[in-house]
């Protein structure tokens, strides 16, 4: 009786430790989701978890939570309720050293072939990758154990893929194996997993970072002279067995960006090449990604070889100061801007966010660059256990070791939440009241108050650290250097001075800056005023020398300083806020367009004044409340336009800089710029409805809305667009004319009201513009009056309209006006994108279109993004063909290209398909927004202000601008692919 009693309990204990307990959003819903997952256990046989997941206690009330919070463990539960089954039989660690032992057998299976393995990798990572999570959320592993084991499970599944491909060489005669049993050893295939990887630090949702190298001595080589060109077939395939999404998922995305100069060679490279780069063209951010760097599949031996053939470029023997300057300069790549003021949690980037997990790693890996070749204990490739390195060699203090371990394994473990909802590879708080509840309870808070709290005092403490850490850090000079500027005779050595500080016209800038303690300007006419700007002097030169184009900015700040009434404010302000200065001094040296806007109007820079700007998001609530107080009252006409001016002006302005900060992604910049628009047009539209009352009266049963189209329509506004409306307007069937002193006709009403609202927006005026307009998408274009009646407009939509105006009528969206109009015209609108037509026959329009913009406004190079061959114009047409054809998942209509990309049917665009698009649409949108944000004209490859340059690189999350060119090009390569596919190929 007591043996089968022992037995029946070990058969229903379940081996999962709980230390930690979840609570749902909705406690209704979890029990009602662990119900159906109890009901899929019965339906797959599994009659022991059906009965514990029907049961009551602490486990079933933990993983109600899971699934309540995370849609994607739910989902994995659901597909594969045998994963929690076999929790009954082994704990976690034990089952994942077997599927660990699963995986390395995997290749060497009698029947395997490539398409057998890539399905049993997929399935064991998938479970894997499901115990781990539930380890994490359950408080059995703490955030170092799970970085651990998500590691070892990319390093099982690219030894595996690496193992079968060199045994299909093998027996194919491409390469000898010494031993066919163990294929890595002596191949000469070296993979190196970099970053995270390479760190034994993965997130949940990782991509991996591989370099990959061959040694074409290696005695399983047969051909020398071919290796090259089959080690990058192997590689190609490596990378296609991984990432590849099918039925069963992926394994994991792949990324090999990382090798020496990856716009020019091959996806392998021979070791001595490899070698003779770094050494003549290596640069500080691959010798900074070096460190992380370490074998993890292939040859591992020969791996070994090549990291320490490469010591010498990554660890100098002195203390290398020289590389200080550089060093800083991948600072900025990785954050333009600290901000000053309160952080906002919601949409805040945890890893490259003020505070954020990079700016820990950043620290440690500058400290190794500079000190690992004479202290070999500051070389490890982990990031916690060398904090404890630099403190037992003082470069920190314990306490900042301390703190920093403490909440650098507390953001990972916010990393892994976001993840874990949904797996997807971000790093984004979510920008809702429920996201963050739900990012809240995972982690085991109350509610989001408690965990924003937290989040918040973890990142000021890790930026204090940080900023304390570079105070400290050994410095290139202690002072600037000689800087007289009275008299009227250059002093030598201040020139040098300036000339050291990256100044090139350095009898110039002495000219400049004597007019200034001349009192020459409004601004420096105080003495006061003056003596301020002489003690702020120094570090403002310091500040410009560091943008790399030290003597434009100057000029601009300059003129900047020329329309500024008074200063004393000003200069104190930036002499404290180091932070203010260095946002002053990014604006004048790379972001001309936001420089001429302060310029022109200096007041708007008491935006940046506010401490909360960069905690506030400029949604639509905040900037509908700002415009209402900044245009109330009874104002003349005038007035209000040039109000609406000023305000877009600034609010530009202050959107831009959030951008550049980092407060806010490209896609929120997009959405605030199209808000804005939305409202301040909305603004312009009344008050020229009210003006024009005055003279003509009203038309009976009169309404007007406005429906606007591309960029605006889909919500993707950057700074410096135009904007695309089409006027519609509806009144009563009966009405003859208006009732004013000079009555008009409907038709002629409505037109010269267009008329008036084109200039109320268009016109310059001493505030300037505030849109311009471009109505050339109304029916019939140019041809056709300027304001359409809403029959006509349906009429024409149905009977006359080319397929283009109904692929960009898919962006439409009614912006403005009366709201029973506006409601009418989105209905309107909808049934027009859901008329049935002949898909082919739209594909084959959309190409021929797509055809002739190649030939008539072929693109400038590779950063004419929007014209280049799978450019933004093929990611457009390809959602735009999408939503006409009835191709996008059943749901809420939307109008950003971005959101309706991600949703393509499955039967348009498969998983792998949908995800390349999306992905090459945020890369297009973050460097549209960033360039228009900065620049007034065309982006010139050959004149990019370096400031601009560290923005990119900062805003894409890449260490190089070469790496980012590479990156471009094969994004396009890729899009254009997946349009021939989507819109060339025919289809059954």
């Given at each position: 009786m007591a043996v089968r009693m022992a037995a029946k309990r070990i058969e229903t204990e379940w081996r999962l430790q709980l230390a930690a307990q979840l609570a749902p959003l909705d406690e209704t819903r979890a029990r009602r989701e662990l119900s159906e997952i109890a009901g899929d256990a019965k339906d797959e046989n599994l009659p022991r978890l059906a009965k514990f997941l029907g049961g009551k206690g602490a486990a079933q009330e933990?993983?109600?939570?899971?699934?309540?919070?995370?849609?994607?463990?739910?989902?994995?539960?659901?597909?594969?309720?045998?994963?929690?089954?076999?929790?009954?039989?082994?704990?976690?660690?034990?089952?994942?050293?077997?599927?660990?032992?699963?995986?390395?057998?995997?290749?060497?299976?009698?029947?395997?072939?490539?398409?057998?393995?890539?399905?049993?990798?997929?399935?064991?990572?998938?479970?894997?990758?499901?115990?781990?999570?539930?380890?994490d959320l359950s408080g059995e592993a703490d955030a170092a154990l799970t970085v651990r084991r998500l590691s070892n499970l990319a390093d099982a599944c690219t030894c595996a893929a690496v193992d079968f491909l060199l045994r299909e060489a093998h027996s194919q005669g491409k390469l000898k194996l010494p031993d066919p049993e163990n294929p890595s050893r002596q191949s000469g295939w070296i993979v190196l997993g970099m970053g995270k990887l390479g760190a034994h630090e993965l997130n949940f949702s990782s991509d991996i970072d591989l370099v990959v190298f061959f040694d074409p001595d290696a005695?399983?080589?047969?051909?020398?002279?071919?290796?090259?060109?089959?080690?990058?077939?192997?590689?190609?395939?490596?990378?296609?067995?991984?990432?590849?999404?099918?039925?069963?998922?992926?394994?994991?995305?792949?990324?090999?960006?990382?090798?020496?100069?990856?716009?020019?060679?091959?996806?392998?490279?021979?070791?001595?090449?490899?070698?003779?780069?770094?050494?003549?063209?290596?640069?500080?951010?691959?010798?900074?990604?070096m460190i992380k760097a370490r074998p993890v599949a292939g040859d591992l031996d020969a791996g070994d070889a090549f990291l320490r053939?490469?010591?010498?470029?990554?660890?100098?023997?002195?203390?290398?100061?020289?590389?200080?300057?550089?060093?800083h300069s991948i600072k900025r790549q990785i954050h333009a801007h600290k901000g000053h003021g309160e952080i906002a949690v919601k949409g805040h980037n945890v890893k490259l966010g003020r505070g954020g997990i990079r700016e820990i790693e950043f620290f440690v890996q500058t400290q190794q660059l500079i000190a690992g070749g004479r202290f070999p204990e500051l070389r490890g490739r982990e990031t916690v256990p060398m904090l404890g390195a630099l403190a037992a060699r003082n470069w920190i203090t314990a306490d900042a070791r301390d703190a920093l371990t403490q909440q650098y394994w507390f953001l990972r473990r916010v990393e892994h939440a976001i993840q874990m909802v949904a797996d997807?590879?971000?790093?984004?708080?979510?920008?809702?009241?429920?996201?963050?509840?739900?990012?809240?309870?995972?982690?085991?808070?109350?509610?989001?108050?408690?965990?924003?709290?937290?989040?918040?005092?973890?990142?000021?403490?890790?930026?204090?650290?940080?900023?304390?850490?570079?105070?400290?850090?050994?410095?290139?000079?202690?002072?600037?250097?000689?800087?007289?500027?009275?008299?009227?005779?250059?002093?030598?050595?201040?020139?040098?001075?300036?000339?050291?500080?990256?100044?090139?016209?350095?009898?110039?800038?002495?000219?400049?800056?004597?007019?200034?303690?001349?009192?020459?300007?409004?601004?420096?006419?105080?003495?006061?005023?003056?003596?301020?700007?002489?003690?702020?002097?120094?570090?403002?030169?310091?500040?410009?020398?560091?943008?790399?184009r030290a003597d434009e900015a100057l000029v601009r700040f300059d003129e900047f300083l020329a329309g500024l009434p008074a200063g004393i404010q000003l200069f104190s302000l930036l002499q404290s806020n180091p932070a203010l200065l260095k946002l002053m001094a990014t604006i004048m040296g790379a972001a001309p367009r936001l420089a001429a806007i302060i310029t022109r109007r200096p007041h708007v820079f008491d935006g940046l004044l506010d401490p909360a700007l960069l905690a506030e998001l400029p949604n639509r609530a905040y900037l509908s409340a700002r415009l209402a107080a900044f245009i109330e009252g009874d104002r003349a006409y005038e007035d209000v336009l040039d109000r609406l001016r000023i305000f877009a002006s600034e609010q530009k302005f202050l959107i831009g800089v959030r951008l550049l900060a980092g407060s806010i992604d490209p896609a929120r910049a997009g959405r605030a710029f199209s808000d804005l628009a939305d409202l301040t047009i909305d603004a312009a539209l009344q008050a020229v409805t009210t003006e024009f009352a005055l003279r003509h009266g009203r038309i009976a049963g009169g309404t007007v809305s406005l429906l606007g189209m591309g960029k605006l329509?889909?919500?993707?506004?950057?700074?410096?667009?135009?904007?695309?409306?089409?006027?519609?307007?509806?009144?009563?069937?009966?009405?003859?004319?208006?009732?004013?002193?000079?009555?008009?006709?409907?038709?002629?009403?409505?037109?010269r009201m267009t008329q008036r609202l084109i200039a109320a927006v268009s016109a310059p005026t001493a505030e300037g513009v505030l849109y311009e307009l471009d109505l050339r998408l109304r029916p019939s274009g140019n041809k056709g009056p300027v304001a359409t009646h809403i029959d006509a407009f349906k009429k024409y939509q149905r009977q006359e309209a080319w397929t283009w105006e109904h692929m960009a009528l898919a962006r439409g969206r009614a912006i403005g006006g009366d709201a029973a109009l506006c409601a009418e015209v989105e209905a309107e609108v909808a049934a027009l994108l859901a008329l049935p037509r002949d898909a082919a026959k739209v594909r084959a329009e959309a190409s021929e279109m797509r055809a002739l913009i190649e030939k008539e406004k072929s693109p400038r190079d590779l950063w004419d993004i929007k014209l280049i061959s799978g450019g933004l114009i093929d990611l457009e047409f390809i959602a735009q063909v999408a939503v006409i054809t009835g191709q996008v998942e059943a749901g809420r209509r939307v109008t950003a290209t971005g959101e309706i990309l991600a949703h393509l049917s499955p039967d348009f665009a498969e998983a792998d398909v949908r995800q390349q698009l999306c992905e090459a649409y945020q890369l297009y949108l973050a460097l549209t927004q960033m360039t228009r944000l900065c620049l007034t004209g065309a982006f010139e490859r050959d004149d990019v202000p370096p400031g601009l340059s560290d923005l990119l690189l900062a805003v894409t999350d890449l260490p190089d601008f070469g790496v980012l060119e590479a990156h471009l090009k094969e994004t396009s390569q890729k899009v254009k692919k997946d349009f021939d596919l989507l819109l060339r190929t025919k289809r059954l």
């Open positions: 933990f993983l109600a939570a899971v699934f309540d919070l995370s849609p994607f463990l739910r989902d994995v539960a659901r597909r594969r309720p045998q994963i929690l089954d076999a929790l009954f039989d082994d704990g976690v660690e034990a089952r994942l050293t077997s599927i660990a032992e699963a995986i390395g057998k995997a290749a060497f299976a009698e029947t395997v072939s490539e398409s057998s393995l890539m399905m049993e990798l997929r399935q064991w990572k998938g479970e894997a990758h499901f115990l781990i999570a539930l380890a005695p399983a080589i047969v051909d020398p002279l071919d290796a090259t060109e089959l080690f990058a077939r192997l590689t190609r395939r490596l990378v296609r067995i991984l990432q590849d999404r099918t039925g069963h998922g992926y394994v994991f995305r792949t990324d090999l960006r990382l090798r020496p100069d990856p716009g020019s060679t091959p996806l392998a490279i021979p070791v001595e090449a490899a070698l003779r780069y770094y050494e003549a063209r290596g640069q500080n951010w691959e010798r900074a990604a053939e490469l010591q010498p470029y990554v660890w100098r023997k002195y203390m290398d100061y020289a590389a200080i300057a550089d060093v997807e590879q971000t790093h984004i708080l979510p920008d809702d009241d429920e996201g963050l509840e739900r990012i809240a309870h995972m982690l085991g808070f109350a509610d989001a108050a408690r965990f924003a709290e937290t989040f918040r005092a973890a990142l000021h403490e890790v930026e204090r650290h940080y900023a304390a850490l570079f105070e400290t850090a050994p410095e290139l000079s202690a002072g600037v250097g000689n800087l007289v500027f009275t008299g009227d005779v250059d002093d030598p050595d201040t020139l040098q001075t300036l000339h050291g500080l990256g100044f090139q016209r350095p009898s110039d800038i002495c000219r400049v800056i004597r007019g200034w303690h001349f009192g020459r300007y409004r601004v420096t006419q105080s003495a006061e005023a003056r003596e301020r700007l002489t003690e702020l002097t120094p570090a403002l030169l310091k500040a410009f020398g560091q943008t790399r329509g889909s919500r993707e506004l950057t700074a410096g667009s135009d904007v695309d409306l089409i006027l519609l307007y509806d009144h009563d069937p009966d009405a003859d004319e208006s009732d004013g002193d000079k009555p008009l006709a409907p038709s002629h009403y409505y037109t």
